[in-house]
């Protein structure tokens, strides 16, 4: 007497022969992904590489590359090399760390004029074009003295026309953010010796 079963546990034993099958496979397959210990070489083509562990990943480009150049590795955790070449240039002369200067027409050159004597001919303190940003006068004499402040053009325009300092009186101009522009410089003349001044602006 022939088993209606038989079909039924041979289907069954086959359905278990393959979960087994496929489950060792599985196994075989992540251990070999895991292992890291064989070599791939790519001809050509484009290749992903996904893995959960950034860290793991290496690329070893000390071999023979003809198109090494168009590899790129994103790793934060790893110091990339860079060329200085491709960076951005600082101007020689115009770019300072940690001074900030105020916008004017004028360059970025510091003029600084330290306290000295007011000469009493009329002399050119700063040769070249000044956006002036600060003018200190003193009359250090016993009687008043007056000062006289113009550009240094072909046909100076006055700034200060023989304005009076009283004796012991300071004086402090200070201008805008853009500074007060004198072309091709600054002239100075007092009226007698004692009159002492500094300056600061931007050429």
Known sequence: MKSVNAPKWAAVVILLCAVTIG???????????QAGGAAVTITSGTVTVQQSTAANLKVDLSGTAANATAIKVDGSAVTQPASLASL???????AKIGVTYPYTSCGTTAYTAALQAAPTASTAIASATTCLLMLNLSNTSAGALTITVSDNAGTPVNFLNAVTLNAG???????????????????MQASGSGITYTAEGLQ
């Open 88 to 94: 951005p240039a600082l101007a020689a002369g115009t």
């Open 23 to 33: 489950s060792w496979l599985g196994k075989l397959g992540a251990q070999q992904m």
């Open 169 to 187: 009186e300071t004086r402090t101009y200070a201008f805008a953010p853009g500074g007060a522009k004198f072309t091709s410089g600054i002239k």
